[in-house]
Each structure stands twice: as structure tokens, then as C-alpha cells.
């Protein structure tokens, strides 16, 4: 069953294809979302023998993404009326990342989860991402195969990682090795010409990271949604790293848990202190927001990173494997201190 993007084509028969691939319109939003909870509840029943109440615990991943990034997200429909699978795909700069894709599982072996990613392609290169990258299942021979296909190389395991928080017994401030004090502010709070400058350093900090990296998008789309907030970490005026956290509702965020997709300390000045420092903060934004636990994700490259959330305590609730394809497939350095999830 072959599938075309925004334009009909026809198969050998000379036939309208019974699937096609097209944007995703405003309508959609809801379908979608109903194809993403049910395929991903059919595969999690597979893996696990039972079916999750909820595929991703009451995490959204639809609406905000669609708004941040339109031309990203893709369908594919039967008939031009029922809708049997999606792909989401964004590009934070020079990065693009896929995912989630899903096919409906009565359709699937049917070549629609290609023709959804062939579309994501087409996107990453008409923006110009030079690195494209994809978390999934390492143990799924099916995965591994369909990525690859399109020249992905299976990476290393990135880490979802969670603490409860405890109750009355703040962890102990990380700064006394630090040389001035640092604070913690948050991007909400800042007026909207100091926003823009903000984004400018987040930037530069994301662009020593990898160059071109640029986060900008997920800032934005978090205040301007109020999905969550962006802490930022700072010394006198200078921001020194941030964390974009989601907290639940209609966030990526699971219920009870504030989520920090993504944080990143400047290369050029981090200390391990400060990532400590960071972690008690996003604590004690959890704490004021009446959550249970801290979610945070860990790429197991950033070796420097993942050692110190295991020293404070976090625990694995799940791996995943990363994909890559493209310029500088290997960038990540283990003494950077970042946090990233491609979910
Ligand atoms: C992953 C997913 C999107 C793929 O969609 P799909 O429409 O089934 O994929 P396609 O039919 O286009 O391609 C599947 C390919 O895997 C191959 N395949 C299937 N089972 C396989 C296995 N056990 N081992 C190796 N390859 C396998 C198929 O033969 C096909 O390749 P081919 O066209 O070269 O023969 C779909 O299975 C899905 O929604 N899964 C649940 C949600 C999920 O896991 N999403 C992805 C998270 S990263």
C-alpha cells in the first residue's frame, strides 16, 4: 500500500492509493491523539502482558507539538477518512527528531510506518537538520530494522529517570563549592524583551552543545502554553544553563510527576556543583507544585551527567535506545552536563 504526501498518486493500477499521507490539520488533533494511546497500548500489552490504563500515564504529546511545529506532524488515511497512523517530527535547530510514529496494528506490515517516516525526511532536509535522530525499543528486531532502512545507527541508551520527592527533607544546598552563589530564576517571570535575550543565550549554550542546536521552539511553545516553565540558572547576570520542565496537565509531563525534557549547563563554565544545584531546584519546583516525583532523562553518553543522577538518588524506570543519522552522528561529549529526551 503505497502512500503520498499532499498530492494524490496513483498505484500501478492506475487506482487512487487506499492510504495516504498528508499534513495534519487543527481536526485531526483528537484522532490523533486516539491513534498514539491505542497503537502504543497494543504494543505496551505485547511487551509487558498487561495493558497500561494509559499509554503514556496522562503524558500529551499532540497538540503543543502540533502548534510548535505544523509542518512536522503527519497522518496517514484510508480513504481519505479514517486516520491510521502518525508521525511527529520537529527540528530544534540543526537537530530533527522523530517521533512518536505510530500505525494503527491492524494496518501495520503494510509499509505506512515507512511512507509516515519518508515524510519526516523530507521535512528534516527542506529545513535543513543536519543531525536527524529517533529514541526506541532496543530489544525490537522490527524497530532496529525500519530504522535502519532509512540510515539510522542504533547509539546508547538513554535513561528515563525518577526520584519521589521527599517530604520536609530538602536535599542539601549544592553551592557551598561553588566560587559566587547561583540563583534560579524562572523564564515566565522575565519581562518580554529580557525573554529574547534569554533565548539568545540559551543559543549559545545549546550551539557549544551542538552546533545549531537551538531549543528556542520548546521555550516558547512551554510559556507561551504555560505548560510548565523554564528555570534558568544563573550567576550575577549570567545564565548559565536551563532547564525546560513540564509539569502535568497537558504537558509531556505523566500525571504527578514534573518532567524535565530538556537542560543544559554552558560547556565552557559547567561544574558538577551547578548540575546538583540545578537538580534541588527542579526539586523544589516540584515540591511548591504539589507533584510526587521528578522525572529526568539522562543519555547515557553524557556519562558525567548520569553518574550524578544516580548519586542523588534517581532510579531507571526505563531505557530506550537512541538512533542517529547524519552530520557529526557522535557529538555528544560525556563531560557535558545536559539532559535531553527525543521522545
Ligand atoms: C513501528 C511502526 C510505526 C511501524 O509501522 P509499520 O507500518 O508496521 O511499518 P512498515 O510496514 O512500513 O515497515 C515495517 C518493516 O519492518 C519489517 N519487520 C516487521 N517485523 C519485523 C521483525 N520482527 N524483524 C525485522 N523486521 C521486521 C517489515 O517487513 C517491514 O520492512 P520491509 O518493508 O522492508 O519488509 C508500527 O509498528 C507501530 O506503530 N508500532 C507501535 C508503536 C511504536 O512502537 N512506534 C515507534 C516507536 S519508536
Redesign the pocket.
Known amino acids: 500500500m503505497r502512500a503520498t504526501v499532499d498530492r494524490a498518486g496513483l498505484d500501478p493500477q492506475g487506482r487512487l492509493p487506499k492510504v495516504q499521507v498528508r499534513r495534519v490539520r487543527k481536526g485531526d488533533l483528537g484522532k490523533v491523539r486516539d491513534v498514539l494511546e491505542q497503537?502504543?497500548g497494543?504494543?505496551l500489552e505485547r511487551q509487558l502482558g498487561t495493558r497500561p490504563r494509559q499509554a503514556f500515564g496522562g503524558a500529551q504529546y499532540v497538540h503543543h507539538r502540533w502548534l510548535m511545529e505544523p509542518w512536522g506532524c503527519f497522518v496517514a488515511e484510508e480513504d481519505g477518512s479514517k486516520i491510521v497512523?502518525a508521525a511527529l517530527a520537529a527540528t530544534l535547530g540543526s537537530l530533527g527528531l522523530l517521533?512518536?510514529?505510530?500505525?494503527l496494528t491492524n494496518?501495520?506490515?503494510?509499509?505506512?510506518?515507512?511512507?509516515?517516516i519518508r515524510a519526516a525526511q523530507e521535512f528534516f532536509d527542506e529545513n535543513k537538520a543536519t543531525l536527524h535522530g529517533?529514541?526506541?525499543?532496543p530489544t525490537?528486531?522490527?524497530?532496529l530494522?525500519?530504522y535502519h532502512?532509512f540510515g539510522y545507527k542504533p547509539k546508547h541508551l538513554t535513561a528515563i529517570m525518577s526520584r519521589a520527592i521527599d517530604r520536609g527533607t530538602p536535599r542539601p544546598p549544592a553551592a557551598k563549592a561553588a566560587k559566587a552563589p547561583l540563583a534560579m530564576r524562572r523564564f515566565s517571570t522575565l519581562e518580554e524583551t529580557k525573554k529574547k535575550a534569554a533565548l539568545a543565550r540559551m543559543h549559545r549554550i545549546t550551539s557549544a552543545v551542538y552546533r545549531g542546536l537551538d531549543l528556542a521552539k520548546e521555550v516558547e511553545i512551554v510559556d507561551g502554553l504555560a505548560l510548565g516553565d523554564t528555570l534558568l540558572l544563573e550567576r550575577g547576570r549570567e545564565i548559565l544553563g536551563f532547564a525546560i520542565c513540564h509539569s502535568p496537565g497537558v504537558s509531556e509531563a505523566p500525571t504527578g510527576a514534573l518532567y524535565v525534557k530538556f537542560l543544559a549547563i554552558d560547556p565552557a563554565q559547567k561544574r558538577p556543583e551547578q548540575l546538583l544545584e540545578f537538580v534541588a531546584g527542579v526539586e523544589a519546583l516540584g515540591t511548591e507544585l504539589g507533584v510526587q516525583r521528578v522525572i529526568l532523562p539522562v543519555y547515557s553518553r553524557y556519562w558525567a551527567a548520569y553518574s550524578m543522577l544516580v548519586q542523588c538518588g534517581y532510579a531507571i524506570d526505563f531505557t530506550m535506545v537512541r538512533m542517529q543519522r547524519g552530520k557529526q552522528e557522535d557529538y555528544e561529549d560525556p563531560t557535558h552536563l545536559v539532559l535531553d529526551d527525543w521522545r
Open positions: 497503537t502504543f497494543d504494543f497512523g517521533g512518536p510514529v505510530a500505525v494496518y501495520q506490515n503494510q509499509a505506512i510506518g515507512q511512507q509516515l529517533v529514541v526506541t525499543y525490537s528486531p522490527k524497530h530494522y525500519l532502512k
